[in-house]
C-alpha cells in the first residue's frame, strides 16, 4: 500500500543528505522508503544508530503537520531495527533537539543506543 509519508527532498549542505545521496558514505544496516539507518560514526553504546528520514527536515522543533505519518513511521522504524539488533532487554531512543537539545547535525534523526544499561538522568 502507498502512503503518503515522506520524499526525497534533499539539502545540498547537510552532512545527513550527502548520505543520502551517497556522497558520503554510510553502512546502511536499515532502510525502507522513507528512512535510512546506519552507525554512528562515535558510538556511545555498544550498538548505536542513527536512524533519518529521506527528507531534509532540520530537526524535531522543524517539523511540520504534513509531518505527522512520517514522524510515526520514525519510530516504528526505530523499534523494527532494534528488534533486528536484538535488543531484546531493552535500549533508548534519543532525539536531541536544538542547541541546548545538543543537536549538531540539522537534519532530523534517531539515535537508537542500546548493549549496555542505560543511566538516568542524561547529561
Ligand atoms: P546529534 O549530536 O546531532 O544528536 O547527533 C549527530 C550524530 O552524528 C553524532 O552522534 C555523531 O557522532 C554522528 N555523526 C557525525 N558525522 C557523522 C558521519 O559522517 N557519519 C556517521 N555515521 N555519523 C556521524
Ligand atoms: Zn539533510
Known amino acids: 500500500m502507498k502512503t503518503n ?3 526525497q527532498k534533499l539539502s545540498p549542505d547537510c552532512l545527513f543528505c550527502k548520505i543520502l545521496a551517497g556522497e558520503i558514505p554510510a ?7 522513507f528512512c535510512i539507518g546506519f552507525p554512528d560514526i562515535n558510538p556511545q553504546a ?9 527528507e531534509h527536515i532540520a530537526s524535531q522543533a522543524k517539523a511540520l503537520a504534513e509531518h505527522k505519518p512520517l514522524l ?10 532494534a528488534r533486528m ?5 531493552g535500549y533508548r531512543v534519543v532525539v536531541n533537539t536544538g542547541d541546548e537539545g545538543g543537536q549538531t547535525v540539522q537534519h532530523l534523526h534517531l539515535h537508537l543506543l542500546g548493549g549496555r544499561p542505560m543511566t538516568w538522568p542524561p547529561g
Open 5 to 7: 509519508v515522506g520524499s
Open 27 to 33: 553502512n546502511r544496516v536499515y532502510e525502507d522508503e
Open 46 to 54: 555498544p550498538t548505536h544508530l542513527l536512524v533519518i528520514p529521506k
Open 72 to 81: 510515526g513511521h520514525l519510530m516504528s522504524a526505530v523499534a523494527d531495527l
Open 85 to 89: 539488533q536484538k535488543l531484546d532487554k
